[in-house]
C-alpha cells in the first residue's frame, strides 16, 4: 500500500489508480453540507476561504464528541453526494481531493475528469477507527456549526480507497457491470 503527504503533489495525484488503497499523512480539513454552504456563499461574495482549496483535501465528516484526553471523537465520513450540488464550484475554484462515501453524481464525475480532481473512498462504519489516526485538530472556521464546523485535522496513516481517479475512472462503475 503506497502512502502519501497531503497536501497531494500533482504527480502523486494523478499517478493514483481507481481501486487503489493508499494512506494519507498531513493536513485535512473536515467540511460537510453547512459549512460548504457557507464556503459557496463566500466565494459568490468574493470572499476568502478559510483555507487554499487548491492545497485542500476535503474530509467530508463532522466529528462525535470528544471523550477527556482523546483527541477527537469518533469521525466518520458522510455521504458525499450531500455535497454534490455545491462540489462543481469548488473544484473550479481549485480543489482536488475530497474523501467521503457513496456515489458522486454525473455533474460532479464530469467536472472532477475535466479538471483532474480525485474523490476517495472511506468507510462508514470506521469513525473510532479514522480517529486514531488523528494527531491534531483545530476549529478554523464557522465554530457556530458545531460538529459541522471546518476543522484542521493533522492525519498520520489515514487509509482510503480511490473511488474516482483524476482520468475519471469510477470504482462505483466497476461494480455496476452486469447489474440490470
Do not use: W
Request: with cysteine; glycine share 10%.
Amino acid at each position: 500500500m503506497r502512502s502519501f503527504t497531503l497536501p497531494l503533489r500533482e504527480a502523486d495525484r494523478l499517478s493514483l489508480v481507481c481501486g487503489e488503497n493508499i494512506l494519507l499523512s498531513g493536513v485535512m480539513y473536515t467540511a460537510r453540507d453547512a459549512a460548504h454552504l457557507k464556503m459557496t456563499q463566500a466565494l459568490k461574495n468574493g470572499e476568502a476561504l478559510p483555507f487554499d482549496l487548491p492545497s485542500a483535501c476535503l474530509y467530508y465528516a463532522g466529528p462525535s464528541p470528544t471523550a477527556e484526553g482523546e483527541i477527537i471523537g469518533s469521525i466518520g465520513p458522510t455521504t458525499a453526494g450531500r455535497m454534490d450540488a455545491v462540489t462543481p464550484l469548488l473544484i473550479e475554484q481549485g480543489l482536488r481531493v475530497t474523501i467521503g462515501k457513496g456515489q458522486r453524481n454525473l455533474a460532479v464525475k464530469q467536472c472532477m475528469k475535466q479538471y483532474g480532481a480525485i474523490y476517495l473512498g472511506a468507510i462508514g462504519g470506521a469513525g473510532a477507527r479514522y480517529a486514531t489516526c488523528v494527531k491534531a485538530v483545530e476549529i478554523i472556521a464557522y465554530p457556530e456549526l458545531q460538529s459541522e464546523a471546518i476543522r484542521k485535522l493533522t492525519v498520520e496513516d489515514f487509509p482510503v480507497t480511490v473511488i474516482i481517479d483524476a482520468k475519471g475512472k469510477d470504482r462505483y462503475d466497476d461494480f455496476a457491470v452486469g447489474v440490470k
